[in-house]
C-alpha cells in the first residue's frame, strides 16, 4: 500500500474514534437524565397508583398477545 492511502486511512480511524467517543458521552449523559427522572417521578404522590395501573395494563397486553399465539 502507497504511504498517502495509509495516512488517509489513518486520519479516518482517527475521525470514527472521536465521533464514537463523542456518542459514548451523550449515552452517558441520556443515562443520567433518564436515572434523574425516574427518581424524581418515583417522589411524586401518585406513582404508586400509576405504576399498578401500567403493570396490570402490562399484563392485559402480555395476556392477550399469548391468546393470539394460540
Do not use: C, W
Request: glycine content about 2%; proline content about 1%; charged content about 35%.
Amino acid at each position: 500500500m502507497k504511504e498517502s492511502t495509509l495516512i488517509e486511512m489513518q486520519k479516518k480511524v482517527d475521525s470514527y474514534q472521536r465521533i464514537i467517543q463523542f456518542l459514548y458521552k451523550e449515552l452517558e449523559e441520556l443515562k443520567d437524565i433518564s436515572y434523574g427522572t425516574l427518581e424524581l417521578i418515583k417522589l411524586m404522590p401518585s406513582y404508586k397508583k400509576s405504576l399498578e395501573k401500567l403493570k396490570e395494563k402490562h399484563k392485559a397486553s402480555q395476556d392477550n398477545v399469548e391468546q393470539q399465539m394460540d
